[in-house]
């Protein structure tokens, strides 16, 4: 099934055919998308998702691209990325943010410092938009998303309704949630607490150092690969007690700062990134008995 001239012609420069993805990957790799959607509202999307229940176009949603490697054959129907109107950040009340999904998690961090609302100083060191982290629960440094978020606000690409979904309802686990398939996070409300923006400014500039040191940056990657192992097994050291934090395919490699980050050097290939997952999985099975997790998402063909 294809989308009609007259669809593609109505929604103007939201939508375009044949969009190479590597330029929406960390990894900067991918295949062409079918159709590109990026929707500037959520009017936009209802409209689109209400034509689409008649094409029945395969659906996809892309993030910030931070957690996600697109293979080299691309993806096949929709991808859905939400637009610049998905990016607003506003106070609501004393202590809670409501935030646009598509808004990066740095930026939510540094409004809520401007605006002295604590407790969310941890997003200035994760990767990728607010929507993303919510349905990975994403965390660092003893927080994580479940323990911020007061509710999300998510449109069905079936039924095309939105709805709130309070934080409660969630089921959220290490590195994920079990929120219903096909719901796209239009935006999300979180909850901070009062403080001092100096103090705050002072606890998220320690966080960011404190990730510098550990992890590498200014290179293409898509961050950890592998999910922990609970809180006492760290996933980088059993990946180099495997002997595996040497180990290349391609222009693919490990990186010597952080052997749970997987690298492009420039001119690796999907395929190069996947078969570097599937050597490391298998040899950390083969020598250290440990079955590892992606953290990281595979998508496309």
Known sequence: MKI??????????????????????????GGPAEYLFKPKDKKQLIE?????????????????????????????????KLGSGFTDIRLLDNDILEVGAAALDRKISDFAKDKGIGNLEFLSCIPGSIGGAVIMNSGCYGNDISKILVSIRVINTKNCTEKEIKSEEIEFFYRGSNLPEGSIITSVKLRGKKENPQVIEKTQKKLIEKKKLAQPSKIKTCGSTFKNI?????????????????FSEGDASISEKHCNFFVNNGKAKSADIERLIKRVKDTVSKKMGVDLELEIKIIGE
Do not use: M
């Open 48 to 80: 689109f998702l209400t034509h689409n229940k008649k094409n029945k176009l395969d659906i996809t949603i892309l993030g910030a691209g931070s957690n996600t490697l697109i293979r080299d054959k691309g993806i096949k129907g929709v991808v859905i």
């Open 230 to 246: 609970g809180e006492e097994k760290q996933v980088w050291q059993i990946i180099k007690n495997a002997g595996c934090d040497k």
């Open 4 to 29: 009609n001239d007259e669809l593609i012609n109505k929604l103007n420069s939201s939508i375009s055919k044949d969009v190479k993805l590597s330029n929406y990957s960390w990894f900067n790799l």
